[in-house]
C-alpha cells in the first residue's frame, strides 16, 4: 500500500486484484461444496426409496398426514348401561305338565305294479320234406330167378393237376474285378503286336546309333495311355523314332494278381549304323 500523509488510505491496483481472486476462488468452493452436498443429500433420498419402503412411505405419511376418520350416525358410541350384560332368569317348572306330541304325517301308500303278460310264441312248422325219387331196381335173370340188384354208380375219374414248367431263376451277373491302379510299377513290355522303329536318315548319314529305352504307361484294356524317354539313344531323331514306334504297337493288357490293372511298360529299341 503506498502511504501519503495528508491523503486518504487506499489500496494499490495489485491488491485489489488478488483480493478479488481470492473472493472468487472462495465463491467457487462454497459452489463445489453446494453441488457436493445436493449429490449427497439427492443420493441417500433414491437410496432410502429403493432399499428402505417402509422409511419413505413414513416420511410421505408425515409430510401429508391422513385425517381421523370423523364418527358417524351409525357408530355412535352406545351408553355403558346398554352394553351391560343381564342374564335371563329361569322361570318356574311346571309339575304334572305333559309335551303335547307334534301332529306326524301318514306316509303316503305305495301303488304295487300290476303284472304284465308276455306272449307266448306258437309252435313253429317243420319245413316240409320232398321224397326222393325210388331207384329202380335192374332185374337180372339167373337160372329161371328174377332177383332185384341196387344200381351201381358209375365211376368217376378226376384229371390230374397240369404242373406248369418251372421258369428258370435269371442268371446273377458276377461282379466286375475291381481294377487295380498301378503306373508305378515297371515291367517287361508284352505286346500284341511290336513295331519296328525305321532308321532315320539323318542318323544313318551321321553314322549315330545307340540304344533307347521308352516307358509307356498301358490301361487295363491295353491302351496307351502315356510315354515317355527314360534313356536316349544319344541322337535326337533316335529318340523321336523310338517314340513313335512305342505310340504305334499294341499290348496286352496288364493284369496283377488275375485283376486287370493300370502298369508301365518297359520297351527297348536299339539302332546300329
Known amino acids: 500500500m503506498s502511504f501519503t500523509p495528508?491523503?486518504?488510505?487506499?489500496?494499490?491496483?495489485?491488491?485489489?486484484?488478488d483480493e478479488r481472486k481470492r473472493k472468487k476462488s472462495v465463491r467457487q468452493r462454497v459452489r463445489v461444496f453446494a453441488l457436493i452436498a445436493v449429490l449427497i443429500v439427492v443420493g441417500a433420498g433414491a437410496w432410502i426409496a429403493y432399499a428402505r419402503p417402509d422409511f419413505s412411505a413414513l416420511l410421505s405419511n408425515l409430510q401429508h398426514p391422513v385425517p381421523a376418520p370423523k364418527p358417524t350416525a351409525k357408530s355412535a358410541i352406545l351408553p355403558t348401561h346398554l352394553l351391560a350384560y343381564h342374564p335371563v332368569k329361569p322361570g318356574p317348572k311346571l309339575i304334572g305338565a305333559t309335551p303335547?306330541?307334534?301332529?306326524?304325517?301318514?306316509?303316503?301308500?305305495?301303488?304295487t305294479p300290476q303284472p304284465t303278460t308276455t306272449p307266448t310264441p306258437g309252435p313253429k312248422k317243420a319245413p316240409a320234406t320232398k321224397p326222393k325219387p325210388a331207384a329202380r331196381p335192374l332185374t337180372v335173370a339167373a337160372a329161371g330167378n328174377a332177383f332185384a340188384l341196387p344200381p351201381t354208380p358209375a365211376p368217376q375219374f378226376t384229371?390230374?393237376?397240369t404242373l406248369a414248367p418251372a421258369t428258370p431263376a435269371p442268371a446273377t451277373p458276377t461282379p466286375a474285378a475291381a481294377e487295380v491302379y498301378a503306373p508305378q510299377i515297371v515291367v517287361d513290355a508284352r505286346f500284341a503286336n511290336r513295331i519296328q522303329p525305321d532308321y532315320p536318315e539323318i542318323a544313318r548319314e551321321q553314322n549315330a546309333g545307340g540304344t533307347?529305352?521308352?516307358?509307356v504307361t498301358v490301361g487295363p484294356k491295353g491302351n496307351v495311355i502315356s510315354q515317355r524317354l527314360e534313356k536316349s539313344a544319344g541322337h535326337p531323331a533316335l529318340d523321336q523314332a523310338a517314340l513313335s514306334a512305342a505310340a504305334r504297337?499294341?499290348?496286352?493288357?496288364?493284369k496283377i494278381d488275375g485283376k486287370p490293372a493300370t502298369e508301365t511298360y518297359?520297351?527297348?529299341?536299339?539302332?546300329?549304323?
Not at 533307347?212 to 516307358?215: E, K, Q, R, Y
Not at 504297337?249 to 496288364?254: A, G, M, R
Open 159 to 161: 384229371a390230374a393237376p
Open 266 to 273: 518297359r520297351v527297348v529299341y536299339t539302332f546300329a549304323p
Open 100 to 111: 303335547t306330541p307334534l301332529p306326524t304325517e301318514t306316509p303316503k301308500p305305495t301303488p
Open 249 to 254: 504297337s499294341s499290348f496286352l493288357p496288364p
Open 6 to 17: 495528508g491523503a486518504p488510505l487506499r489500496r494499490s491496483f495489485k491488491e485489489d486484484r
Open 212 to 215: 533307347a529305352i521308352v516307358l
